[in-house]
């Protein structure tokens, strides 16, 4: 598909993730301040239970009776989370949120068991369904969550005095600004829930407000920081649902944890003092040395226990490398290897082809006829039954090379990498010199 058809189908989406990130920020901070991290799925799960309830009592999630019912557990969600500032001290505040995610879990679950195709439902909850947004949605969107956040701003220091204050009550007061924080909180998770799903609406929540508190604790830098970062998380991880035909939220939520893994190393290597930079350098190539050596330990010890069995670690490098195992094989057996596995290639190759038309009619809406799903689906049986003998003859040449591999070069491999993990675990850390001695 060309790069502009590509970009047009996944502009609503990209465009909805960055509101979600922009809004979902705004609670992040006070989420961050108050310590009650999982809020967000505690209030997720009750609101997904109203949209449970709408969809087993027969409507659909979007209609005014399904908002209705969203709209009010997610007033109820916010009710529950208010009272946790009446809660004695004893509690903690996460106790009685994770209580509370339990409680409304189990319930979605038995009203799930009475409702049918059920089971998919729970999986479009988790998983949400982001990339079915359309620009028509846009509009709305932006005017609801502007509305939300107008009121935030409006009473951002009431707020923000009753989220720093912890759970120090000032009586009903803090407890009327908390539910107020909450219900708008609410209505945010009920509308992205449905969208975005129960596990991408926590990463929009917690991670661009993370990563905007490890670079500036000034507010509008914090929330800039954060907000470009999900921005890009949100970038990478729908041109790899796409590219790789991943569901669309499982994928933006492994690309906003890589993007954090990422911040945390930029500050931890570039913005510290160059003294504290460097030993922290040192300590990374250190663990990233250990654990090189250990997974080549362990790929070594797969290969001399078990040959014929997947060598993942060993296909990668092959990969990386431009090599196979045909390097262990005979010129013969390297020729019969290599037709074999061009042939199947090329089998598998038509048959993507054919899935790809599929796929892209399916994204741009339109669907295929009924006679041209049977047909494909036979030729793309044919093609892999004919690409099954060439796979045969590729598998076994590729165990005979794996028993010579295993022979010859496995044993002294294994002994190097644990003598090279024994040296990198052994050398000490250097200790730091006292200020008097310098």
Not at 298 to 319: C, K, M, N, T
Not at 322 to 328: A, K, M, S
Not at 332 to 352: C, P
């Amino acid at each position: 598909m060309p790069v502009p058809e590509v970009l047009g189908l996944l502009a609503p989406s990209f465009i909805g993730c960055a509101l979600f990130v922009a809004i979902h920020q705004c609670f992040g901070v006070h989420v961050l301040r108050r310590g009650v991290i999982f809020v967000d799925l505690a209030l997720a799960q009750v609101s997904a239970l109203g949209v449970t309830l709408a969809f087993a009592a027969g409507h659909d999630p979007g209609s005014a009776a399904g908002i209705a019912y969203t709209l009010f557990f997610a007033a109820a969600g916010a009710a529950l989370l208010t009272f946790a500032r009446a809660l004695p001290k004893d509690i903690h505040p996460e106790a009685y949120i994770g209580i509370v995610y339990v409680v409304s879990t189990a319930a979605t679950m038995v009203v799930v068991d009475r409702a049918p195709q059920g089971v998919e439902h729970v999986k479009e909850l988790f998983i949400g369904g982001l990339l079915g947004m359309r620009l028509d949605d846009l509009p709305r969107l932006g005017l609801a969550y502007g509305a939300i956040g107008a009121v935030l701003w409006a009473a951002r220091k009431p707020i923000g005095r009753a989220s720093a204050g912890g759970r120090r009550s000032d009586g009903m007061r803090d407890m009327g600004w908390d539910f107020l924080f909450y219900l708008l909180f609410g209505l945010v998770v009920a509308s992205s829930v449905t969208i975005a799903g129960v596990l991408l609406v926590f990463c929009f929540l917690i991670i661009p407000s993370i990563i905007g508190a490890l670079f500036s604790a000034k507010p509008a830098v914090s929330f800039l920081a954060g907000w470009i970062a999900g921005v890009a998380a949100s970038a990478a991880g729908l041109a790899a649902s796409f590219a790789w035909d991943l569901p669309a939220g499982a994928a933006l939520v492994i690309s906003f944890a890589s993007v954090l893994m990422a911040a945390c190393a930029l500050r931890s290597l570039v913005l510290l003092a160059p003294a504290q930079g460097a030993r922290h350098l040192r300590r990374l190539l250190r663990a990233a040395c250990a654990g090189g050596f250990a997974v080549a330990i362990a790929a070594s010890a797969w290969l001399v226990a078990a040959p014929h069995a997947e060598q993942p670690v060993i296909e990668l490098l092959e990969r990386l490398a431009g090599t196979g195992p045909e390097r262990f094989l005979s010129a013969d057996e390297r020729r019969a290897y290599r037709q074999a596995a061009a042939s199947a290639r090329e089998k598998h190759t038509q048959a993507e082809r054919m899935v790809w038309q599929e796929r892209q009619a399916r994204w741009q809406g339109e669907g295929l006829s009924d006679e041209a799903v049977v047909g494909l689906g036979t030729f793309q049986q044919a093609f892999n039954e004919m690409a099954r003998g060439e796979d045969f003859v590729v598998r076994e040449l590729t165990n005979r090379a794996r028993e010579r591999e295993r022979e010859r070069e496995a044993p002294l491999v294994l002994a190097a990498c644990v003598l090279g993990l024994w040296l990198v675990l052994s050398r000490r850390a250097p200790m730091p010199t006292p200020a008097g001695q310098r």
